[in-house]
């Protein structure tokens, strides 16, 4: 797997990134392998993506790309050709896929890009709803104060890093950080309020449905470690 640059026209910048994935078969199969990841390739997009007919292949004699389909039209976001690599006495064969990561992101942002209408105020908010896996923030701890709840939120935060969950405490104004993560994607919130430290009741917020549910700080970390291992093993 390789990372390389090139400067090319784009409608976003002149700088091109470019990952690279090198197979190497021998000529007499390489019809079979090109189909393989052709179709492994296409999945692997698909599976990050709300809305998976967005991603769609295009197959011809010479070329072959994954493109994203947008609004205005389609766009290139990973080539997958062959060229013959002659060494020895087997006539050998290498299947490149080149993926271009400017328009690769651009095509996830797009894809995941929502918006949901507050109850509060009826006004729109832009939400990401990224794939858990592509979430920067797994989930985020927010306490409405800063310094009786600092030492209970920064251990919460740590034993769910320690179970293996990129979790992040915030203690800036909790509809400031709401709305941050609304724009990045944490896919959960726990939200810790005034009667926390004395109920023991937190509350678990979903990304995509906006609900939250109260519970124990030990059941809410049995629900969020069983939750991210089934998204693991899906």
């Known amino acids: 797997l390789e990372c390389n640059r090139d400067y090319g026209s784009h409608r976003s910048s002149s700088l091109m990134e470019f990952s690279q994935l090198f197979f190497f078969c021998t000529s007499k199969h390489v019809d079979e392998w090109l189909v393989y990841w052709k179709r492994r390739r296409l999945r692997w997009w698909k599976q990050f993506s709300r809305s998976p007919e967005k991603f769609i292949l295009d197959e011809g004699r010479e070329k072959n790309a994954i493109k994203y389909v947008y609004p205005d039209g389609k766009q290139i976001l990973e080539d997958i050709n062959v060229i013959q690599w002659d060494i020895g006495e087997v006539p050998s064969s290498v299947i490149i896929s080149s993926l271009r990561i400017d328009t690769g992101i651009l095509a996830v942002m797009c894809d995941s890009y929502s918006e949901q209408t507050r109850l509060s105020d009826e006004m729109k908010r832009p939400l ?3 794939d858990f896996r592509l979430s920067p923030v797994k989930v985020a701890v927010l306490p409405t104060q800063h310094g009786s709840q600092h030492l209970f939120s920064s251990k919460l935060t740590e034993e769910l890093c320690h179970a293996g969950i990129l979790t992040k405490c915030y203690y800036e104004d909790s509809s400031e950080s709401s709305h941050f993560h609304d724009l990045i994607g944490t896919p959960f919130r726990v939200l810790i309020d005034e009667d926390t430290l004395t109920n023991g009741i937190l ?14 700080s030990e059941a809410l970390l049995y629900t969020l470690i069983r939750m991210f291992q089934r998204f693991k093993d899906h």
Do not use: A, I
């Not at 509350?203 to 906006?210: A, F, I, K, M, V």
């Open 203 to 216: 509350y678990l917020q979903d990304r995509n449905s906006g609900l939250s549910e109260p519970m124990e």
């Open 128 to 130: 990401l709803k990224l």
